[in-house]
């Protein structure tokens, strides 16, 4: 099977948190194993994470969201014990010799008395004595600790659920990473990847596995896309857990404490599971938890994070090993994508090295770096920091895997790069709008060529006027450590005018569906040349000079595949001319960096904050020009947690001018989507614009998941599967001390403030994930003549 598209997997599943699968990978010495299912004796229904033990061991696992657990012991006779809060303790006898199933398991609930009740004090349980003992341990340890090193072997492996286990077949794909990571106080992390290997189904560039990506329980707080949930070692942990001893252990001659761990509120997203502490000491030894049914990840499933901890030296106890496992499950068949997967994510750490100082360069901003050399990593050496050992099956999928790859027809080859080449740069190969028609050509960026250069080529005809357009340029890196660019281009083709809310997207499947185009457009033909560098961390200076003559477009096309009678919006007509003029921008942008073969690139991810500041002279006295104008921009994105109960996403734009300011430079709050749901703009304008030569926008919008419900006092909405989001915002434009330019008045200006608010209802079809959809009811506040309410039914975007 031909599965290159399983980098969107690797992609999904790493973005949200990383790691492993609720199926453990069966050790390269063949050893049975002994799988069951635990059941509510009353209900029936399955009992989540409920701690299986061997007794006599310090073997132990948790049952997943079905209820069922699998187990690798040695051949002979064990007695398997079952605990959960809230449940009597139930043991079972079994002989294993080979593989073997117990079919169910039952729990029996423990009856509640409530005249029989005795309330005591939090600190009277030994459970919260002994986890209290650790966590002051833990801040001592960490107080000690200025910085540290470590080494690490990290694997990634993708299993297809619908296929036996053991098989070659289940194994879709596997990376393995060898880094070098540095930690600082209070929270500064890097992590150097020198040296990685992949089965050839997944491009080595795609092989961003590493430990960072992993949950470290040390911290107070981890992130699990939307949510920030307390760790079970946290500061104000108990705040927020029960915790009761389970069992004593002895484990290398020592005495260990498992405590179980359960959340006081199953309304906040919490962990749920055990945790080993060391007598005397109160070192954790251990964690194995899972997410409790609060957390809600789409397509991820039977979430679940075990964390082993050993001493490093000098009474370091540090995570040794660290595991993330799951599943994916899609909810409508992809043809040659499995429906169910399963990933496990492993990472072996070694080699600690505290307080050495020292810190690798520009640590604040880059979080991975992956040496030059990564690929290429020396036989011997990569099999000395392979610390954990492949199974036979991982083994031999890798060759299955590569040999699959290899036999591959030439031609399905260029045909799969073609088509990998046409989706990464879809609108230079197709687009359509209004004033071109449909667009058809061919556009590339090179950034092999060299380190140092980048080079970009696009040239296409629009059919709709007959004419050919084209745009290359290239850029030269003069300084790396300052990111200082210096580049150019020259072009001829259509361009689109600013816009505050659909900025520069594509609008083809809107315009040749349904005949819906925000954007408004004009011919531009010249040159530009450009200066970018870093100013400080996380900031980028782009400077820009543009020569360019300029001439509106006329509407070309009325065509629409499913709505021919719907009036085609007109194309309004800018002032023609020369422009030469001086551009800057300057970008904060808190996302951390990946440095790939002396690339740069941001991590997308869900929680950041970017502000631009935006400015742009045009004037003769400044060089032979046609127009004189000063223009200056702010727009602001953030997207934050909020109190636990969902995100929050803000986006304000603000802009205002000097002199005669062309119609291809006024500031537009434009419709967006139309007819469907514009996250982050006004969904009651009724493919109206609103144009001027100043303006300002503010929309807020909050998913609230299903935090809502589950917080509420009311029974039935605690239970109920929805999600809830609000969402709301205000825009106003006008002219100010403007000479007003031809057509200015066919624009729609909005000098008092037009708003809108509503809300939606999702989480509607979650059996057809990935398109599990979402209802938006919106209303205008404000008294204008456009929609007074607007109802859209779509999918929410990341």
């Known amino acids: 099977m031909h599965v290159k598209r399983l980098a969107s997997v690797l992609a999904i599943v790493t973005a949200m948190a990383s790691g492993p699968q609720s199926v453990v990978a069966r050790q390269a010495v063949d050893r049975p194993v002994i799988e069951g299912t635990v059941l509510d004796t009353v209900s029936s229904k399955p009992v989540r994470f409920a701690v299986v033990s061997v007794a006599g061991s310090n073997i132990s696992t948790l049952t997943n969201r079905q209820g ?20 009597r303790m139930a043991s079972v006898r079994v002989f294993v010799a080979g593989d073997s199933t117990l079919s169910i398991v039952f729990l029996i609930p423990i009856p509640i008395e409530l005249e029989t009740i005795t309330v005591t004090a939090e ?78 189904n997944l491009n080595a560039e795609n092989n961003l596995v590493s430990v960072g990506q992993i949950v470290n329980f040390n911290t107070n707080r981890i992130d699990l896309q939307k949510y920030s949930v307390v760790s079970p070692t946290a500061d104000d942990a108990l705040k927020h857990y029960h915790y009761r001893l389970l069992d004593t252990l002895i484990v290398d001659n020592r005495t260990v404490f498992r405590l179980s761990i359960q959340p006081k509120s199953e ?127 991982e083994q031999a999928a890798y060759g299955r895997i590569d040999s699959l790859e290899n036999n591959i027809p030439i031609g399905t080859k260029l045909l799969s790069g073609v088509a990998t080449l ?19 050509g061919a556009g590339a960026t090179w950034r092999d060529v060299s380190p140092d250069w980048i080079l970009r080529t696009k040239t296409g005809y ?149 502000i631009t500041l935006g400015a742009e002279y045009a004037s003769p006295s400044f060089i032979t020009n046609d127009f004189d104008f000063r223009r200056l921009a702010v727009r602001l994105h953030r997207r934050q947690r909020t109190l636990n109960m969902g995100l929050t996403t803000i986006d304000a734009v603000a802009g205002t001018s000097a002199g005669r300011l062309p119609t291809q430079r006024y500031f537009t709050v434009d419709f967006g989507n139309g007819v469907f749901f514009q996250p982050a703009g006004f969904n009651t304008m009724d493919e109206r614009n609103f144009s001027g030569n100043r303006a300002a926008m503010f929309y807020l919008s909050h998913d609230f998941d299903q935090q809502l419900f589950r917080r509420s006092r009311i029974p039935l909405l605690r239970s109920a599967p929805f999600t809830v989001s609000v969402h709301g915002g205000a825009f106003w434009t006008d002219f100010v001390n403007h000479t007003a330019n031809p057509g200015d008045a066919a624009i729609r200006t909005a000098p008092t403030a037009y708003s809108e608010l509503g809300f939606g209802i999702g989480n509607l079809t979650p059996m057809i994930a990935p398109f599990n959809f979402t209802v938006w009811f919106t209303w205008q506040l404000s008294s204008y003549d456009t929609g007074r309410f607007a109802l859209a039914v779509g999918v929410p975007g990341p």
């Open 68 to 87: 069922q657990f699998r187990l690798t012991l040695s051949p002979g006779e064990w007695e398997l014990q079952f605990r959960k809060i809230g449940f």
């Open 123 to 200: 600190g009277d349980g030994p459970g919260t004595r002994i986890i209290r003992q650790a966590i002051a341990r833990k801040q001592d340890l960490l107080s000690r600790i200025h910085d540290y090193r470590y080494d690490a072997y990290v694997k990634f492996v993708i299993r297809d659920l619908n296929k036996d286990e053991d098989s070659t077949e289940s194994i879709v794909l596997i990376t393995e990473s060898q880094t070098t990571a540095y930690w600082e106080q209070p929270d500064r992390y890097q992590e150097i990847i020198t040296a990685r290997q992949q089965s050839s």
């Open 267 to 393: 309304a906040i997203p919490l962990f749920v599971g055990m945790i080993d502490i060391a007598d005397s000491t109160f070192d954790v030894l251990a964690i194995d938890v899972g997410a409790n049914d609060a957390v809600r990840l789409d397509f991820l499933d039977n979430l679940r994070y075990r964390q082993r901890m050993k001493d490093m030296g000098d009474g370091y106890w540090m995570p040794d090993e660290i595991r993330f496992s799951g599943e994916v499950h899609i909810g409508i068949p992809i043809p040659g994508f499995p429906e169910h997967l399963s990933f496990e994510h492993t990472a072996s750490l070694h080699d600690y090295r505290f307080d050495e100082g020292q810190p690798p360069p520009n640590l604040r901003e880059y979080l991975v770096v992956v040496d030059e050399n990564a690929d290429d990593a020396d036989p011997e050496e990569w099999e000395a920091g392979r610390t954990l050992v492949l199974t036979e099956t």
């Open 422 to 440: 046409a989706l990464s740069n879809t609108a230079d190969f197709f687009h359509f709008n209004r004033v071109e028609g449909a667009y058809v």
């Open 462 to 610: 629009d059919l709709g006027s007959d004419e050919w357009q084209y745009r290359f340029g290239a850029q030269h890196r003069l300084v790396e450590h300052r990111r200082l660019w210096v580049g150019g281009f020259f072009s001829d083709e259509i361009v689109q005018r600013p816009a505050m809310v659909s900025g520069t997207r594509n609008s083809t499947n809107l315009a040749l569906f349904a005949k819906v185009d925000p954007l408004d457009y004009y011919s531009q033909r010249g040159f530009g040349v450009t200066l970018s560098t870093k100013l400080v961390d996380f900031t980028q200076l782009r400077v820009q000079y543009s020569d360019f003559d300029q001439s509106s477009v006329p509407v070309v096309s009325d065509f629409s595949l499913l709505d021919n009678d719907k009036l085609q919006r007109a194309n309004p007509t800018i002032v023609d001319g020369r422009l030469r003029s001086i551009s800057a921008s300057v970008t904060y942008d808190s996302r951390p960096l990946l440095k790939r073969k002396g690339r740069d690139f941001r991590f997308n991810t869900l929680i950041y904050t970017r």
